[in-house]
């Protein structure tokens, strides 16, 4: 299994810009498929963005299409949402996950490890 810690939450005025952070470890860190979720209070947790192992194919939420960007650095275990014009309906906990089989990468459910999450809030 991997191991995740996310990292770059804070508070942010509406357009601006924070880049999480995910450190990984495990030795199938590099096999693995990577996403990002989150969830606001009251609210399910929802799918944010995801990238494949080799880093060819990422895949985004409509909400945060052409807004947020997710990397990877294989020899850093490492994988990164970079998130630019923020809005105050991105306030949420965000939370980093891997898996280790394809499929719908949007679901939740099919992900084997995830981090402890980190808050992201946008102020109006």
């Known amino acids: 299994q991997v191991q995740l810690v996310e990292s770059g939450g804070g508070l942010v005025q509406a357009g601006g810009s924070l880049r999480l952070s995910c450190a990984a470890s495990g030795r199938t860190f590099r096999t693995s498929y990577l996403g990002w979720f989150r969830q606001a209070p009251g609210k399910e947790r929802e799918f944010v963005a995801a990238?494949?192992?080799?880093?060819?194919?990422?895949y985004y939420a409509d909400s945060v299409k052409g807004r947020f960007a997710i990397t990877r650095v294989n020899a850093k275990n490492s994988v990164y949402l970079q998130m630019d014009s923020l809005k105050p309906e991105d306030t949420a906990v965000y939370y980093c996950?891997?898996?280790?089989?394809?499929?719908?990468?949007?679901?939740?459910?099919?992900?084997?490890?995830w981090g402890q999450g980190t808050q992201v809030t946008v102020s109006s």
């Open positions: 996950a891997s898996r280790s089989l394809p499929g719908n990468l949007q679901a939740a459910a099919e992900y084997d490890s």
């Open positions: 990238i494949t192992w080799s880093a060819h194919i990422t």
